[in-house]
């Protein structure tokens, strides 16, 4: 996983509530076996239907933080809609809120969310209608700069230390797991006699039922 | 009028206390009364550092072609093994047509997953539940069926409807394709602890009126996004006496609310269920099973972040008029008309009347339809073709409706021949198909043509979900048979 760095950019506005993973990418286009290609398809329907869509105006290309209201990201727990945004350029969202299953996908990629308040969100959604906002975010200091000409709004973000930690880093879940490798042996060795743990025995039964040939 | 009665924000809000603060899990939370979310969790803690997320254990994973495929390539890239082949389950649901032959798959990148999954299982142990093992189907439908999905037990799947197995007491969540990666790799999960949310439901459910309603009825009342953070712990007199069917339809739709799960103490209903299931506890030490699985209930006293109480005996059948599941009413109630919207909100609200081609203040009861469908992980058992079956028996579907029945499982589907539900489908014209995900979410041949509209016992009605500007109205299993017969939404009360 890359490491993330500060980064500074035009925001492209999408003023809305509730944006399920449907919208971001619907599910016709999820049936590659790749983590790639998915960032044409982010928002199709609303690049199809809706000309001005921020997506489709010049003047946003290249544009890496995506701007938008409450529970971003609800609905199915697919991890490429996190694939899309990237795929499009985007490393970073800030928002009112977002939805915990993309919440958690969005930290297994690397990809940055910022919670603002409410009327932040939408002064700056409303701004955002009639000229360009550039916004730059520092994770370290865990702060958005919102510059507008010679004037700056400085407005802090709570962020998890320990994801702070790994994105800052790049350093993703696995290897902090296989670390644990000991606990994780005692654990299951403590519990191997609870109901919750499946023997070998099951698992044939599994296999055996599944007709599945190894 | 239906009596609903939500404790205000305002003093949920303060019910909030410290035992979710921080510190770490197992140890205070031994003390004093606990809920079955705490203990759960507590029991499955490997380890917790102070300002790290637990190492969380995973007990029982299930798999399927979507969210799989760049979880194997992770772990083979990193050169790790599936270290716990025993706790994973397979199937083929999403992308597979529902048509007689169904092994034929047209689309070549929907096949490649299908082959895909298969290979993977058989590279490395994992059981695999493929077309005609007898035991194919949802994932959510089949880990219950064959009695894998067990109280007590950690479960995820990369798919958010896994709070499905909530309903037996299990704490169940969606993950991403990285922590399904994870789990295979590990056993383990890195995980926060969970905040928790108590919905009670009193009384009970008039004539044709269901579980799905009153689900469906808790959403329209606390938002799409009223319950992240938390999972939320279902109770009172309704839930005791719903079948297990009924349970899991409830916790199924958890996630629509934005619920990272929900759950349900396991009771009488759920050991009859279990009993003599191919991968449940044997007979000889089923009752030792039984008594582990009892101490997986919420204390007395034990408390929760937030309590919701909703009052069900006056309900009627819910119908959604939007483009989220929170945009629901009581059949024949008008679509409403808040006054009081911030800009972002009112314009969300236009966007969603406008899509749905639809006017604030209006009844749905007469709207004309194209398109009926009962199945999905949420309504796709046999609970729930039995109903459909008992209001369409000696009926027709209306002309110009098309109507798909899709049985969640090829054991869903076997049940259904053996008790003649088949024929009564197909004599009032509707298609009985193979088993899959179908139109639930048009990753497959099964979609809503654009500008049609669905009435639907799926769980979502987001712009495009059963095809691209196809509109779908989310309902009870009974309320989508009665409207076929009729060829316009109307409320199953008719035809009980």
Not at chain 2, 34 to 56: C, L, M, Y
Not at chain 2, 311 to 332: C, K
Request: hydrophobic share 35%.
């Amino acid at each position: 996983m890359k490491k993330f760095r500060p980064i500074s950019s035009k925001v492209i506005p999408l003023p809305k509530n509730d944006v399920d993973t449907d919208q971001i990418i619907p599910a016709q286009y999820l049936t590659s076996t790749s983590r790639e290609g998915y960032g044409e398809n982010l928002f199709r329907r609303l690049k199809d239907t809706e000309p001005d869509f921020p997506l489709n105006q010049p003047r946003f290309h290249g544009a890496e933080i995506l701007l938008t209201g409450y529970n971003f990201g609800c609905g199915s727990s697919r991890e490429h809609a996190v694939w899309a945004i990237q795929g499009a350029g985007i490393e970073a969202v800030v928002a009112e809120s977002f939805a915990d299953i993309f919440a958690n996908n969005c930290a297994k990629n690397g990809m940055l969310l910022v919670t603002l308040q409410k009327n932040i969100i939408e002064r700056l959604l409303k701004r955002a209608e009639t000229q360009d906002v550039y916004v730059t975010i520092d994770l370290e200091k865990q702060v958005v700069t919102v510059n507008e000409g010679l004037a700056t709004e400085k407005h802090y973000f709570e962020y998890d230390p320990f994801r702070k930690h790994c994105l800052l880093n790049g350093l993703d879940d696995i290897n902090y797991i296989l670390s644990h490798d000991k606990e994780i042996s005692d654990y299951r060795e403590r519990n191997e006699k609870t109901w919750s743990a499946p023997s070998t025995k099951k698992n044939d039964r599994a296999l055996a039922i599944a007709g599945t040939k190894n | 009028m239906s009596q609903v009665k939500s404790i205000p924000k305002k003093a949920v809000q303060q019910q909030k206390h410290d035992v979710v603060a921080k510190k770490s899990a197992t140890v205070d939370e031994t003390k004093g009364p606990r809920n079955i979310v705490e203990k759960i969790w507590a029991s499955h803690i490997v380890s917790q550092t102070d300002g790290h997320p637990a190492i969380f254990a995973v007990d029982l994973m299930l798999l399927h072609e979507v969210t799989s495929a760049q979880a194997f390539q992770t772990i083979e890239q990193r050169k790790l093994k599936v270290k716990n082949p025993e706790r994973l389950l397979a199937t083929i649901d999403h992308s597979i047509p529902t048509r007689q032959n169904r092994w034929e798959i047209y689309d070549e990148a929907a096949r490649s997953q299908v082959e895909t999954l298969r290979e993977n299982c058989k590279r490395h142990g994992i059981p695999f539940f493929d077309y005609d093992s007898g035991n194919q189907g949802i994932v959510h439908v089949i880990g219950p069926e064959l009695g894998a999905t067990q109280p007590g037990m950690t479960i995820v799947c990369g798919d958010s409807h896994t709070s499905t197995h909530g309903a037996f007491g299990a704490l169940a969540f969606g993950v991403g394709t990285s922590e399904v990666a994870h789990v295979m790799a590990t056993g383990c999960l890195l995980q926060e602890k969970p905040r928790s949310m108590k919905v009670e439901f009193r009384g009970s459910l008039k004539k044709g009126v269901y579980s799905k309603d009153a689900v469906l009825k808790l959403i329209s009342i606390i938002g799409v996004g009223g319950a992240n953070g938390h999972v939320i712990e279902y109770t009172g007199e309704a839930i005791s006496k719903m079948s297990m069917e009924e349970r899991m339809t409830i916790c199924n739709m958890s996630i629509e609310c934005g619920a990272r799960a929900g759950v349900i103490a396991p009771d009488e209903v759920t050991y009859n269920y279990l009993k003599g299931r191919k991968l449940a506890p044997t007979e000889d030490n089923f009752q030792e099973a039984v008594e582990y699985w009892e101490t997986f209930r919420s204390d007395p006293e034990s408390k929760f972040d937030k309590e919701v109480v909703i009052v069900l005996d006056e309900l009627d059948p819910m119908i959604t008029w939007g483009t989220n599941p929170s945009q629901g009413i009581e059949l024949g109630k008008p679509i409403p008309n808040p006054k009081k919207l911030s800009d972002l909100a009112k314009k969300d609200l236009e966007a969603a009347l406008a899509y749905t081609k639809l006017e604030a203040g209006k009844s749905l009861v007469g709207m004309p339809f194209q398109w009926a469908f009962v199945g999905s992980c949420t309504n796709g058992r046999i609970e729930d073709l039995r109903i459909a079956a008992s209001i369409l028996k000696g009926k027709k579907v209306a002309e110009g409706v098309t109507m798909y029945v899709v049985p969640g499982s090829e054991s869903v589907r076997a049940q259904a021949i053996e008790e003649g539900l088949d024929k009564v489908f197909e004599n009032a014209g509707a298609q009985f198909r193979m088993p899959g995900c179908s139109m639930c979410l048009s990753m497959n041949d099964d979609r809503v043509p654009p500008g049609e509209r669905c009435v639907s016992s799926s769980n979502r009605n987001f712009m495009g979900r059963q095809g691209p500007d196809s509109i779908t109205h989310l309902a009870s299993p009974a309320t989508v048979a009665a409207s076929a017969i009729e060829g316009k939404i109307t409320s199953p009360a008719n035809y009980l």
